[in-house]
């Protein structure tokens, strides 16, 4: 269950409250590397558009920190400095009395920091802009112009949309996807209560116990299994963080191409078995070994699932791969939301109760034990050499200049989903009518949930926000709320369905009345 993010341009990392800046370059004026770098605090702000940016030279200070005067003469030219040991403020009040016109500092890693003001500083009437570089963007830069090349550069940093239209598709992705899976349970468990009220009212000795009709097509979780699934997820999350390599990424990327595999078969088959030419091959069997009795509509559809996932794992690194990766993460997602159920909101409310602790605790608390946030790392995949493991759905940032990608975790759609669908299959057994039913408000109340999640993620400038720390407690406080106002909760909380009266004293009251 990663957490929902935007992941920025490939190859960027950067840490706390920052103001991007791109920096196209060109070696003797020739357009060569776009760097992204980041923007002081202090100083003028830099202009937004790409057009009004002026192309200027860039020189490397002498001394190289530039914390004393440079002996080089500037006519408006951008110095290159390194980040040495004097402050950020000092190194641009010299650039800035020298006559530079901005100031690029070579940061010592290839990660970026913020550049504030330190404590006590009274000098900060600063009138250059300071921008800071990557090592190897900036020691790049460095290489050039000690080999006498021309250098120059544009400064400018763009402003992100308010809102991109990747969040609406992924919104839309999440809910949608949540909404055929509710759809498909609650169907299905309505078939096996009609199938068990038959055999009810048949007297059949096939008839054993209501939780044994349908047992084979899903599995339901128990309280204990709520909480051991959370700690074991908080196990292998860890391990992933630890053991995140490249190496590593390719093993995921096979278990996510396995499940991914049965997750569009299953769909798939079920899709398909609803038109009347696909019904016949759908429901006539021939035995495989190891696998049993398998239908002529899964052995022609099997073929297509494989192909599909391998083509994805192969182009995986093309700019269209989200594509194959959102179509086999959905299909996954339904059939997991179709096989696994919650009997009851008890267990829902502990899963969730659980899973809410377990975002908070991986994306904030983390932060204290490891020095950088598990998830967020995990999520991005930083130690991997890749683009982040494919656990997660994704949609590229097509409006925003800084590009990069929407996501979203599994578990943030998996676990509200359990209890979505919960709420259905409880109306439609109840035959409760929309309005007077969970499911309308479960699912109002996840798709707010997820809203406000982009809502914080775009107040927090992009950096990663557990989603469930905002859906859990609208999706579950709605459906405890509700539950208790209409006094069905002791029922919703042990039973997880309605009372059913037994056929045969339905059948012998209806003829006693009629007499």
Known sequence: MFTMMMLPQEGLVVRNNLVLVKVPTWIDGVENMEYVGVGARFGPTLESKEKRANHTRVVMADPPDCCSKPKNKLTSEIILV????????????????AGASAILIINYRTELFKMVCEENETDVDIGIPAVMLPQDAGLNLERHIKNNSIVSIQLYSPLRPLVDVAEVFLWLMAVGTILCASYWSAWTAREAAIEQEKLLKDASDEYVTAENVGSSGYVEISTTAAILFVVLASCFLVMLYKLMSFWFVEVLVVLFCIGGVEGLQTCLVALLSCFRWFRHPAQTFVKIPFFGAVSYLTLAITPFC??????????????????????????????????????????????????????????????????????????????????????????????DPWGGYSIIGFGDIILPGLLVAFSLRYDWLAKKNLRAGYFLWAMTAYGLGLLITYVALNLMDGHGQPALLYIVPFTLGTFLSLGKKRGELKILWTRGEPERICPHIQEDNQSTNHH
């Open 82 to 97: 390194h980040r040495g040991k004097c402050s950020f403020t000092t190194k641009a009040n010299i650039a800035d009395e």
């Open 306 to 399: 494989i192909v599909f996932a391998v083509v994805w794992a192969v182009y995986r690194h093309a700019s269209f791969a989200w594509i194959g990766q959102d179509i086999l993460g959905i299909a996954l997602i339904i059939t997991v939301l179709q096989i696994v159920r919650i009997p009851n909101l008890k267990v829902g409310t502990v899963l969730l109760s659980c899973a809410f602790l377990y975002d908070i605790l991986w994306v904030f608390v983390s932060k204290w034990w490891f020095h950088e946030s598990v998830m967020i790392v995990v999520a991005r995949g930083d130690k991997s050499g890749e683009d982040g493991i494919p656990m997660l759905l994704k949609i590229p940032r097509l409006f």
